[in-house]
């Protein structure tokens, strides 16, 4: 029998235990970095900062996602939390 999927309620704890789980692995990764050098590679993905201006309103929109090793892992770890939760 197939596993029962989790409410839209705890969505946001996923979420949030991604956020956490891959700023600690961020952070892990640059405090490391100096001792582990392979540690400073990072695939950058995303969209330039593009801007419509009109005059009288301006709208910036971008992203980028830099992925590391250690930041990788912070969101395996904070997935595998959510599922024991």
Partial sequence: M???FKSNGNVWVLV???L???LAGSAAGNA???AIP???STSTIGLQ???L???FFN???GFTFALGPLTALGFILGYLIYRRV
Avoid: E, R, Y
Wanted: proline share 8%; glycine share 8%.
């Fill in 2 to 4: 197939a596993k029962n």
């Fill in 16 to 18: 949030l235990l991604l």
């Fill in 20 to 22: 956490v789980g891959g």
């Fill in 32 to 34: 490391l970095a100096p």
């Fill in 38 to 40: 392979w540690l400073k």
């Fill in 49 to 51: 900062p593009s801007t």
């Fill in 53 to 55: 201006d009109l005059h």
């Fill in 59 to 61: 709208l910036t929109f």
